[in-house]
């Protein structure tokens, strides 16, 4: 029985091979309750979202070990038609020394979520975590761990419209910017998380969500990384006080369509993936249907 959940529980291998991406629309879900009102129900319907990245858990270091926190609550359920990726966040500091059993541990979590939850459609986990140079190696030994080699015939890209094989969980993580000058993470595909790009402390100076001045410098990396990307976009807003100055933060639609126009003119492939972080009410009111439409356009 031990070998059989192992096998089930752990990670397809990743395949290094350039893959297109499939075209879908996408979103994070980032609170640690799962409760969907009926705006949030209809966003998802009015612009075709076929896949959710819902955090899970956190996994932070706590006494000197890896520890799960904020674990998420489910009170719905997402229609049968969305699919649903756990996406687990990381403290880099998990990642200054190797944890060897944190892998295994962390998928029998999810599957077991999963199980006492219901959750039949899965087919991927995503892990999250602002790696460093010095975090980078023990970060992509442990995405290693959580994969098991299948022959290369049962892989099959995640997002992709080919059926999954039953017993395959494939793999993904995500891609800040400065990430992208590092050797690509052993993975099936990244998400480019195109936001929280600036110094929150200097806020009067740019917007630290987004702004372009912040993306150009790392446009170059994009044509060459070696690695199938989607890409994931802001529509919240920050609010923060810094020495008795209280300011509220929000991209604006234009920008964000600004910055999308200028990493697809690099790697036209980031358009055919495309989310957004993170599904709730306020950020839905925060932008017009059809700035989403244009956010969302492939």
Sequence with gaps: MTGLLLTILLLAACNQQPVEMAEQNAVYYWRTELRL?????????????NKVYC????????????MPNATISFRDTLPEDIEIVPTIFITEDCMHAPHPELAEKIVKRILQMNETHDIRNVHEIQID???TERSRQTYYDFLKEVSIHHPPSTIHHPLSTIHHPPSTI??????RLHQLAM????????????YNTGDPQQFMEKNPILDIRDVQPYLRYLADYPLPMAAAYPVFQWTRTISGVTV?????????LRVKQ???QERPSLRRTILTYHLDKENIKRYRP?????IYRH
Excluded: W
């Excluded at 009102?37 to 979202?49: C, G, K, T, V, Y």
């Excluded at 494939?170 to 891609?175: R, V």
């Excluded at 050797?183 to 195109?194: E, F, K, S, T």
């Excluded at 059809?290 to 244009?294: S, V």
């Design 290 to 294: 059809d700035d989403y439409e244009k």
């Design 183 to 194: 050797p690509a993470p052993p993975v099936d595909y990244g998400v480019l998380m195109i």
């Design 262 to 264: 200028a990493v697809e």
């Design 129 to 131: 975590c602002d790696y």
């Design 37 to 49: 009102d009926s705006m949030e129900q209809a966003f998802l319907r009015q612009h075709h979202i």
């Design 170 to 175: 494939h793999l993904s993580a995500t891609i």
């Design 55 to 66: 955090r899970y858990f956190d996994v932070v270091m706590q006494d000197g070990e890896p």
């Design 248 to 256: 509220n933060h929000q991209v604006t639609a234009n920008e964000v």
